[in-house]
């Protein structure tokens, strides 16, 4: 079961990001939390591997 409404669900869930990811979600569009998530996790993701290339020789 989901915690809360939709837009307590968004309050909690934007303190868990990157400011990074935040810029990047500001720019579109999205119907719903769901939405909002996956995006933020793609994002992430795609950074972290950004990161770890960066940190091989």
């Known amino acids: ?3 809360g409404t939709e837009e ?6 934007q303190w868990g990001l990157r400011r990074s990811t935040l ?3 500001m720019c579109m569009s999205y119907t ?3 939405q909002v998530a996956n995006a933020a996790r ?7 591997r950004d990161d770890d290339d960066a ?3």
């Not at 793609?42 to 972290?48: K, V």
């Open 1 to 3: 079961a989901a915690a």
């Open 8 to 13: 307590e669900q968004a309050k909690n869930f």
């Open 23 to 25: 810029n990047h979600l």
């Open 32 to 34: 719903d939390v769901a």
């Open 42 to 48: 793609n994002y992430e993701i795609l950074h972290e």
């Open 55 to 57: 940190k091989r020789p």
